[in-house]
């Protein structure tokens, strides 16, 4: 099959996050069983612009800020997009991976012009917004495309239940779960250390893991705290509680890492701890679990059910003393800590592999192609 895949943003420090590296992960696995992928998005702090990010090809094209002050969403590829046009007639399915920016909408107009099938994934990145571009925009775009999607696929019932709200009943909602390759068994970890791999953004609390290692580190001295990942508007924050009391040094800050250095850097950790409130289904999460990372999240986590079921790792409320308790105990106790480590890993194996989702997108692609085959004849 022919599938043109589409992202907002590349950059060398994987400041886009997750669905960049969703969107890497399905193009190698369907490459290996034999489709013919093209993997394009905006690219920015290239010099020059790759072709290949994580051993995967790529298109990049340069992008520009269209709207200023608006973060991710304020982004623009003229170049991307004119790109994107020549290919559409040669393609059998078109793969975006939305977001309300100036990147992805436009292409997922152009399929929808063009009559060439296209499924959506959001990543949990579109839902109801007070913002004030959101509605405009939701009312030019956004709506349109998700209404004549062949498919729009969620990872969670809530995030379903999002869109239905941004675009209203009869949406081809379809289930697609993030996955990752399947880790080989971990070597020992190097020495006692709790991580925080994610973007520093608001969402992320970084400076609540922050706060709770403070209170973790009188009580655990052998531990190191770390904080990777890029600056998203709670680096000052962060900063200012680093200057107040790192723990004599073991409490860091490491700055941001490429993509296709993630999986091994979470790999050395001894605990992996994501404070996010409604985050949807974290990509950094999984790849602890699949290094057999035993992992911290809070209940509001679209991966907490099957953390909690599979016992991979703690469960903590939203609040700091859950969230100090629950990495507390995964310290105090090296047996159950790699218990959950185990867990974590039969979970991915099972539940969250690349494979199983090359699989779901092979089926949602295919009913796509013959819906867009169906309507060509009509």
Wanted: glycine share 8%.
């Amino acid at each position: 099959m022919r599938v043109l895949s589409v992202v907002t943003l590349f950059t060398p420090d994987g400041a886009y996050g997750g669905p960049t590296r969703v969107a890497l992960n399905q193009a190698a696995a369907l490459r290996a069983a034999g489709h013919d992928v093209r993997l394009a998005g905006g690219a920015l702090g290239y010099d020059p612009l790759p072709d290949r990010v994580d051993d995967v090809e790529v298109d990049l094209f340069p992008v520009r800020r269209l709207l200023p002050g608006t973060g991710f969403a304020g982004l623009t590829s003229p170049g991307l997009r004119r790109w994107a046009r020549r290919l559409l007639p040669g393609v059998d399915v078109v793969h975006v991976h939305l977001a309300r920016d100036l990147v992805t909408l436009p292409v997922a107009l152009d399929a929808r012009r063009a009559g060439v099938p296209y499924v959506l994934q959001t990543h949990g990145m579109i839902d109801p917004s007070d913002h004030p571009l959101a509605r405009p925009l939701d009312a030019l775009a956004t709506r349109r495309v998700l209404r004549d999607a062949a498919a729009v696929t969620h990872l969670t019932t809530d995030e379903a239940e999002r869109l239905t709200a941004v675009a209203g009943p009869g949406l081809r909602l379809a289930e697609l779960v993030n996955g990752v390759p399947v880790q080989p068994a971990r070597p020992t970890p190097d020495g006692r250390e709790v991580l925080y791999l994610a973007r520093l953004a608001p969402r992320k609390r970084p400076a609540l893991f922050v706060s709770a290692a403070q209170r973790l580190a009188v009580a655990h001295p052998d531990v190191r705290f770390t904080l990777v990942g890029p600056d998203e508007g709670e680096g000052d924050a962060v900063r200012a509680l680093l200057a107040r009391d790192d723990a004599d040094g073991r409490i860091t800050w490491e700055g941001p890492l490429p993509l296709d250095r993630t999986a091994a850097r979470v790999a050395r950790a001894a605990v992996s701890v994501l404070p996010s409130v409604d985050e949807p289904f974290p990509m950094s999460v999984i790849e602890a679990m699949s290094a057999g990372v035993p992992v911290v999240v809070t209940d509001t986590c679209g991966l907490a059910g099957r953390i909690r079921r599979a016992g991979a790792g703690e469960v903590a409320g939203p609040d700091e003393q859950s969230l100090v308790d629950a990495v507390d105990r995964l310290l105090r106790d090296a047996g159950a800590a790699h218990a959950a480590g185990e867990a974590g890993r039969r979970l991915t194996r099972e539940e969250l592999s690349i494979d199983a989702v090359r699989d779901r997108l092979e089926s949602v692609y295919a009913d796509a192609a013959a819906r867009g085959a169906a309507r060509a004849r009509t």
